[in-house]
């Protein structure tokens, strides 16, 4: 299956194959083609078949914190050439300066619009003092525009073990987008686990939202024990995104409802409700609250 479409920094047509490491610039794809449902990343002799190809990813902390990645290409976007000596294989990391202050913004954006107090950069400049030390660069330049939010930075391996021991010390994070796929996962798995956090990818022109992270959950399809939250809750940012605050506020009303008044839980969770058991409580929460919910 090939794909042509410009190449965002020369303008010139390339192609790309599923059947090979995609080029993180193949997200450029995802406007025109449409995401495609997740699955696993594959790994084959002929290299990487990338059935996910993520739209600039930033999963977002519902209530509790912001945490963004993606500026572009990154060290997590499969821009890997096959052997040109045998036992040796590159992996290139790419990142732009334009990227780099465009989600940074964003960010600081974000933060004070929602009256958040402090921004922190995920990087690891110590050691990657090119790549990861032009985003640093970019990240202390834009934060020079916003007196009114404090801002630090931590090398990320170090940030891993801080969300463990010390979470709360975190309000909105940034950081790209290999760092952003670890750091979301451990904090999902602070709350609680894949099923809980959603998540929302938001691009310039698009927006699409999801789990805040990857799990494919095989091991559990078809079994009627897969937490919803996780979906329930990315639904409602997509409305918040559309302006559509009542219908967000009661759908995510109903979720909390059901799952701290009701106590309502899957097992993943340490309950014996199925997914069935928590969506149906849900609707039967929304029904009784709200026919009719105005529009925003």
């Known amino acids: 299956e090939r794909v042509s479409s410009p190449h965002p920094l020369t303008d010139a047509p390339y192609s790309w194959s599923k059947t090979l490491a995609a080029s993180a610039y193949c997200r450029l794809a995802v406007h025109v083609l449409g995401r495609p449902d997740p699955t696993a990343t594959k790994i084959t002799e002929e290299g990487v078949w990338l059935q996910i190809l ?4 930033r999963p977002v902390g519902e ?57 922190t950069a995920v ?3 110590n050691i990657m003092k090119l790549a990861d030390g032009l985003f640093l660069h970019c990240c202390k330049e834009v934060a020079q525009r916003y007196p009114d939010i ?10 891993t073990m801080q969300l463990v021991s010390r979470p709360q010390q975190f309000d909105v994070m940034v950081m790209p987008n290999l760092y952003g796929n670890v750091v979301s996962n451990v904090c999902a798995g602070l709350v609680g686990g894949p099923g809980l956090a959603p998540g929302a990818n938001y691009g310039k022109d698009y927006a699409v939202f999801e789990t805040g992270t990857r799990n494919t959950g095989k091991s559990i399809a078809n079994k009627n024990i897969a937490n919803p939250t996780a979906m329930l809750l990315a639904s ?43 969506v149906q409580a ?11 919910p105005q529009l925003a």
């Open 150 to 159: 404090t801002f630090d930075s931590m090398i990320v391996d170090n940030t």
């Open 63 to 119: 209530r509790s914190g912001f945490l963004f990645s993606g500026v572009g290409p990154g060290h997590h976007d499969g821009l890997s050439h096959p052997q040109s000596v045998a036992g040796v294989v590159e992996s290139l990391k790419i990142i732009t300066e334009h990227n780099s202050r465009r989600i940074a913004e964003y960010a600081f954006e974000l933060a004070r619009a929602r009256g958040r107090k402090k921004v």
């Open 236 to 278: 409602c940012l997509m409305l918040d995104h559309l302006k559509l605050h009542n219908f967000a506020s009661l759908i995510r009303n109903a979720v909390m409802t059901t799952m701290n008044e009701h106590r309502l839980h899957t097992p993943d969770i340490g309950g014996m409700g199925t997914t069935m058991d928590v």
């Open 54 to 57: 993520s739209l600039e990813r």
């Open 123 to 125: 990087h690891k400049a």
């Open 282 to 292: 849900v609707t039967q929460l929304i029904q009784s609250r709200a026919s009719r």
